[in-house]
Nanobody, 126 residues
Framework: QVQLVESGGGLVQAGGSLRLSCAASGRTGSGYAMGWFRQAPGKEREFVAAISWNGDNIYYADSAKGRLTISRDNAKNTVYLQMNSLHPEDTAVYYC???????????????????WGQGTQVTVSS
């Protein structure tokens, strides 16, 4: 049983920064890869970034490259998403997820993740 809890969302002006955190509990064994997804009103959930359990493999959506940075601290069972140069288009509920994702192509697919947090709202004003 794995529980994920996101935090760090809020309201920020365009060009500003936020850092999201996702704390995991109930993990055993080698652990899962972790990712960040987001969902804006009326849109499908989309991939943002992912990181393997040992941090050796990191992937970003094209929209995130150069602005968002994913990292993890396994000692704290926490994954982070540093968000810089935010755009109004980044406004969404951000979810962290964990799953047995080992093939490169599967990091991008929400359906391949087994556990999800409740989400944290990020709002970027113009």
């Amino acid at each position: 049983q794995v529980q994920l809890v996101e935090s760090g969302g809020g309201l920020v002006q365009a060009g500003g920064s936020l850092r999201l955190s996702c704390a995991a509990s109930g993990r055993t064994g080698s652990g899962y890869a972790m990712g960040w997804f987001r969902q804006a009103p009326g849109k499908e959930r989309e991939f943002v970034a992912a990181i393997s359990w040992n941090g050796d493999n990191i992937y970003y959506a094209d929209s995130a490259k150069g602005r968002l940075t994913i990292s993890r601290d396994n000692a704290k069972n926490t994954v982070y998403l540093q968000m810089n140069s935010l755009h109004p288009e980044d406004t969404a509920v951000y979810y962290c997820a964990a799953g047995p994702v080992f093939s490169r192509r599967t990091y991008f697919a929400a359906r391949r993740y087994d556990y999800w947090g409740q989400g944290t709202q990020v709002t970027v004003s113009s």
